[in-house]
């Protein structure tokens, strides 16, 4: 019966997985508005009340929302220039409504934790630099975890003698390992169970400077969300997603 369930559940899951598509934006510029579309391949339009774009930059607590047009059959669209509050990310998710009241999201599960993510940047040439591991916020049960980030730089304008890497407001700089287009750390003890920092940055050949500033918390068994003691195991675990740099002039 379980197995049947959870049958049904995935396949429901992934047949209206592709009836809302989205091709995600992976950056947006700060000085241009954001163009946002969505197809609704398969849905009736006549059993469509609305759809909507919720939003908020990562220095936002709350998500904003408004609806988008119906441009041509199942094509939705929204042309808009939000009040971003000096973020570096942009984060975003859909609910299509119903006539009936139901609703559906894309991304599909709790899109409110793991909305879409793209960055903001100032220009098509600015570089991007990134917290691969561990995710901002995340929970993770290594106690000695690799910290990886990368720094995509297509005009080679970043100065990688500047960088400087803190784990729990330590200096750890010099015990990384530093490549071209990323590092990565492992501290040497294990860590505590408790929420650790990392602070990040490096600067361009302008002065420019990029930092992360994230945590995560050291804990070694997670409490399963669902937990069936039979012949079958279900596990459902969710995290949001990743940081990337903020830019100080």
């Known amino acids: 019966m379980l197995k049947q369930l959870l049958l049904l559940l995935l396949l429901s899951s992934v047949l209206f997985a592709v009836q809302i598509n989205h091709e995600k934006l992976n950056y947006i510029l700060s000085s241009q508005p954001i163009i946002?579309?969505?197809?609704?391949?398969?849905?009736?339009?006549?059993?469509?009340?609305?759809?909507?774009?919720?939003?908020?930059?990562d220095n936002d607590s709350n998500y904003s929302s408004t609806q988008m047009s119906n441009v041509a059959g199942q094509k939705?669209?929204?042309?808009?220039?939000?009040?971003?509050?000096?973020?570096?990310?942009?984060?975003?998710?859909?609910?299509?409504?119903?006539?009936?009241?139901?609703?559906?999201?894309?991304?599909?599960?709790?899109?409110?934790?793991?909305?879409?993510?793209?960055?903001?940047?100032?220009?098509?040439?600015?570089?991007?630099?990134?917290?691969?591991?561990?995710?901002?916020?995340s929970f993770i049960d290594d106690a000695t975890p690799v910290i990886l980030i990368s720094y995509e730089d297509p005009f080679s304008i970043l100065d990688l003698s500047t960088i400087s890497l803190k784990v729990d407001g330590r200096d750890v700089t010099n015990e990384a390992t530093i490549y071209k287009k990323f590092l990565n750390y492992i501290p040497n003890n294990s860590l505590g169970e408790e929420q650790h920092t990392i602070e990040f940055t490096i600067k361009d050949v302008n002065k420019k400077e990029y930092i992360i500033n994230s945590s995560f918390t050291y804990q070694p068994k997670k409490p399963k969300l669902i937990d069936?003691?039979?012949?079958?195991?279900?596990?459902?675990?969710?995290?949001?997603?990743?940081?990337?740099?903020?830019?100080?002039?």
């Not at 006549?46 to 919720?54: C, G, N, Q």
């Not at 998710?93 to 940047?121: E, R």
């Not at 069936?228 to 002039?249: H, I, P, R, W």
């Open 76 to 137: 939705f669209n929204l042309v808009m220039t939000p009040i971003l509050n000096d973020s570096i990310q942009f984060y975003y998710y859909f609910k299509v409504t119903a006539t009936d009241g139901s609703f559906y999201t894309l991304p599909q599960f709790y899109p409110q934790d793991s909305p879409f993510v793209a960055d903001i940047k100032k220009s098509e040439s600015d570089p991007q630099v990134k917290l691969i591991n561990p995710l901002n916020k």
């Open 228 to 249: 069936y003691k039979g012949s079958e195991q279900l596990v459902v675990d969710m995290y949001n997603t990743d940081k990337d740099a903020s830019v100080k002039s």
């Open 36 to 57: 946002l579309n969505t197809d609704l391949n398969d849905i009736a339009i006549v059993s469509i009340d609305k759809v909507e774009v919720y939003y908020r930059g």
